[in-house]
């Protein structure tokens, strides 16, 4: 039984050398996919966050600040919020990680940034939690 190599012959990959085809797809640092991953991931999980945040929002500042402030006292508001904040500001982060690593060259002013985006998203994401736990308590 002969197979037909023609194909193989004129396809990209086989005129790449063996040590490269190893490597193919995997970044610099291999992680590249993972982290294309996880910004598609939550920018999924968003969407229908998005939807829901915007209809409670509507359906409740229709009728005064007072009854938005009532419907966060809802166990299903209380923790849709606090998903939502979370989700957001790790996608934020992955968004801005990736800006960083593509146009900033320095390394130390590039893990600057980092350090400073991921303590800035990270309090920011504390403070949310904190602040819909209080509400609802309240």
């Known amino acids: 039984m002969s ?8 396809s990209p990959a086989a005129s790449l050398s063996p040590g490269f085809r190893q490597h193919r797809n995997r ?13 598609r991931l939550t920018a ?4 229908p966050l998005v939807v829901w945040l ?3 929002i509507v359906a409740n500042c229709v009728q005064g600040y007072d009854q938005f402030i009532a419907s966060l ?3 299903s508001v209380a923790i849709g919020m606090m998903v ?6 790790y996608h934020a ?4 990680e ?8 320095n390394v130390k002013w590039r893990s600057f940034l980092l350090l400073i985006t991921f303590a800035g998203f990270g309090g920011f994401g504390i403070v949310s939690v904190f602040a819909l736990v209080r509400l609802y308590l309240s």
């Open 84 to 89: 939502f904040f979370v989700f957001a500001y």
């Open 27 to 39: 970044g610099a640092s291999g992680h590249g996919l993972h982290h294309w991953q996880m910004q």
């Open 98 to 105: 990736t800006i960083y690593k593509d146009y900033i060259a």
């Open 73 to 75: 006292h809802r166990p």
């Open 44 to 47: 999924i999980i968003m969407v």
């Open 3 to 10: 197979f037909d190599r023609s194909a193989e012959k004129s």
């Open 54 to 56: 915007v209809t409670v």
């Open 93 to 96: 982060y992955l968004g801005l």
